[in-house]
């Protein structure tokens, strides 16, 4: 069936990289998403990578994609304060045309 | 360009009563879809529309309805509110021949 997986919290502190990982099980995903959402806001897009990508880099964004395994990353260089939210991972394809969510990881950023 | 716009923002309503959301797509997308964001089940897809016309449904009960508009905007309602109703309204827009989707600020109800 259809489903994404993501740890749920990630706690870093201020500066240093942050990575969360992501595994989907539908192999004919078109795009795989990264949201962001901050308490009481809805959901920011912040980057998506087509499927037959590897990586793709946005500012201190990097997603890193392995279809074989089918798992996706989202890594946050120089991590900020401002960077403390829920991310979600997303993929495209779901049988209804939607999109399928993870449950999103809350990242934690200490000064 | 503008983002995707919900109204209300807040909805506070009792058991039994009915609810319309109202969701503004992104000038020039034709595509609305809707999620339903809880703390127990996250974002479940509820319905998308396109060009008028309900595209595909998520597996909520008929109680959950929707419409679209000539003007892409789009409404959806629900009848017969239980508690568990009470959620993060998500509507998103995308335009044509892509599947990105961009969220606007949700609709939070809360059924008391």
């Known amino acids: 069936g259809e489903d994404v997986e993501q740890s749920l919290f990630l706690s870093v502190r201020e500066g240093d990289s942050s990575v969360i990982n992501c595994t989907y099980t539908d192999s004919s995903s078109t795009y795989l998403y990264w949201y962001k959402q901050e308490p009481g806001a809805g959901l920011q897009l912040l980057t998506y990578i087509f499927s037959n990508m590897d990586m793709k880099q946005d500012q201190r964004l990097t997603v890193l994609l392995n279809k074989k395994d089918k798992h996706l990353s989202l890594r946050i260089a120089d991590t900020q304060t401002g960077d403390s939210a829920i991310y979600f991972c997303a993929e495209s394809g779901g049988s209804q045309g939607n999109l399928i969510f993870g449950k999103g990881t809350k990242l934690s950023v200490k000064p | 360009k503008a983002g995707v716009t919900q109204t209300p923002r807040y909805l506070i309503k009792t058991r039994g009563q009915q609810v319309t959301l109202s969701c503004s797509p992104i000038s020039g997308h034709r595509s609305v879809s809707w999620y339903q964001q809880t703390p127990g089940q996250g974002l479940q897809f509820l319905f998308e529309?396109?060009?008028?016309?309900?595209?595909n449904k998520g597996n909520f009960p008929g109680r959950f309805s929707g419409r679209q508009f000539s003007n892409s905007r789009s409404e959806m309602n629900v009848s017969t509110l239980e508690l568990g109703d009470s959620a993060l309204y998500l509507c998103?827009?995308?335009?044509?021949?892509?599947?990105?989707?961009?969220f606007g600020p949700g609709t939070r109800l809360t059924v008391l």
């Open positions: 529309y396109f060009s008028e016309t309900q595209r």
């Open positions: 998103a827009s995308g335009a044509l021949g892509t599947d990105t989707q961009y």
